[in-house]
């Protein structure tokens, strides 16, 4: 068998144009096809596959990738999650490549993994998982990022409280990579996180992988919690649009507004610097003529107080340019 991988996957990649999957319903073009596909995913053949992969010659190994990525279910992408833990880096890398490639085979397997309460347990009082159970976990939820298939979201939400911080990062990653509404939502609930680390590296997310219409979401988190204020300010410049620019312009203008978000937790020449900035990366004609407008209305004072400062130099290089 293992002489003849070569024209296994001749066969394999043929195999592969000749069925498809749509709505979890696979058409195969004809009854031969689907034959060749069960022999290939049963259970004994995908193990004697996996052995040699890992045993074998590197060339064996990639010529076996391909096979289970062409022709690949979930019996294969079971066999696959049971060795992307392995601590041969190569080994664990081929697993990955091929998890990745399995579309909702692999989803359904590491979804699974994530929903099993058993995989979170943890011996009393620790908040890190035992590495045997972390490198599984670590790598599905890496997996399901890379299928950025949106029903990934569901398994990824069960997880985003869990005690291990690694396990939050890594969900923050995958969100990004998944992208869409239900995964922006969810990296809005993070920005709540405890942890610095983890709520600004979710806010940062909501700017790379959110729209326009996310902007009311991100005003209510940075109305309640200074902590996430300037990460916050940053993402409304991101993510553009009227309402961002219009509740920009608003506390840059609301002595009030402005003197209540930033309490005693956030400086006030670093609002001020993060609002104009953020305005300048919008940086439509109404962006723009709001910087203009509080630049014309510094008194005498101000002027003089901002002369020299991070602020004034900002507002000129953003008017500059335009």
Same mark, same amino acid.
């Given at each position: 068998?293992?002489?003849?991988?070569?024209?296994? *996957?001749? !066969?394999?990649?043929?195999?592969?144009?000749?069925?498809?999957?749509?709505?979890?319903?696979?058409?195969?073009?004809?009854?031969?096809?689907?034959?060749? !596909?069960?022999?290939?995913?049963?259970?004994?053949?995908?193990?004697?596959?996996?052995?040699?992969?890992?045993?074998?010659? =590197?060339?064996?190994?990639?010529?076996?990738?391909? *096979? #289970? *990525?062409?022709?690949?279910?979930?019996?294969?992408?079971?066999?696959?999650?049971?060795?992307?833990?392995?601590?041969?880096?190569?080994?664990?890398?081929?697993?990955?490549?091929?998890?990745?490639?399995?579309?909702?085979?692999?989803?359904?397997?590491?979804?699974?993994?994530?929903?099993?309460?058993?995989? #979170?347990?943890?011996?009393?009082?620790?908040?890190?998982?035992?590495?045997?159970?972390?490198?599984?976990?670590?790598?599905?939820?890496?997996? /399901?990022?890379?299928?950025?298939?949106?029903?990934?979201?569901?398994?990824?939400?069960?997880?985003?409280?869990? =005690?291990?911080?690694?396990?939050?990062?890594?969900?923050?990653?995958?969100?990004?990579?998944?992208?869409?509404?239900?995964?922006?939502?969810? /990296?809005?609930?993070?920005?709540?996180?405890?942890? =610095?680390?983890?709520?600004?590296?979710?806010?940062?997310?909501?700017?790379?992988?959110?729209?326009?219409?996310?902007?009311? !979401?991100?005003?209510?988190?940075?109305?309640?919690?200074?902590?996430?204020?300037?990460?916050?300010?940053?993402?409304?410049?991101?993510?553009?649009?009227?309402?961002?620019?219009?509740?920009?312009?608003?506390?840059?203008?609301?002595?009030?507004? #402005?003197?209540?978000?930033?309490?005693?937790?956030?400086?006030?020449?670093?609002?001020?610097?993060?609002? *104009? =900035?953020?305005?300048?990366?919008?940086?439509?004609?109404?962006?723009?003529?709001?910087?203009?407008?509080?630049?014309?209305?510094?008194?005498?004072?101000?002027?003089? #107080?901002?002369?020299?400062?991070?602020?004034?130099?900002?507002?000129?290089?953003?008017?500059?340019?335009?």
């Amino acid at each position: 068998m293992k002489k003849r991988y070569d024209l296994l *996957i001749q !066969l394999a990649h043929a195999i592969h144009a000749a069925h498809q999957t749509v709505d979890e319903v696979t058409i195969y073009e004809s009854v031969a096809i689907k034959k060749i !596909l069960e022999r290939i995913n049963r259970p004994e053949v995908v193990a004697m596959m996996i052995d040699e992969l890992m045993h074998g010659d =590197k060339k064996t190994a990639n010529y076996i990738q391909d *096979i #289970f *990525i062409a022709t690949g279910g979930e019996e294969i992408a079971t066999g696959m999650s049971n060795i992307i833990s392995h601590p041969d880096r190569y080994i664990r890398q081929m697993a990955l490549k091929v998890l990745s490639g399995l579309g909702k085979a692999s989803l359904k397997v590491c979804s699974q993994i994530l929903v099993d309460d058993s995989m #979170f347990e943890r011996d009393g009082g620790r908040h890190e998982l035992p590495d045997a159970k972390w490198y599984i976990i670590r790598n599905a939820i890496f997996v /399901l990022g890379k299928l950025q298939d949106p029903e990934g979201v569901m398994p990824l939400r069960l997880r985003i409280s869990d =005690k291990d911080v690694r396990v939050r990062r890594e969900i923050i990653a995958a969100l990004e990579k998944i992208g869409g509404e239900d995964a922006c939502d969810m /990296l809005i609930l993070m920005t709540d996180d405890p942890v =610095k680390e983890i709520r600004e590296s979710a806010m940062i997310a909501v700017g790379l992988i959110g729209t326009p219409d996310t902007a009311p !979401l991100v005003m209510d988190v940075i109305s309640r919690n200074p902590h996430i204020l300037l990460r916050g300010i940053s993402t409304l410049g991101k993510l553009g649009g009227e309402v961002a620019r219009e509740y920009l312009g608003y506390i840059l203008d609301n002595r009030n507004e #402005f003197e209540r978000l930033a309490g005693d937790v956030v400086p006030k020449d670093e609002l001020r610097l993060a609002i *104009i =900035k953020a305005l300048g990366a919008i940086g439509d004609k109404p962006a723009i003529e709001k910087i203009k407008a509080f630049k014309d209305n510094l008194s005498t004072t101000q002027k003089l #107080f901002f002369k020299h400062s991070a602020i004034n130099k900002t507002v000129n290089e953003i008017l500059a340019r335009k």
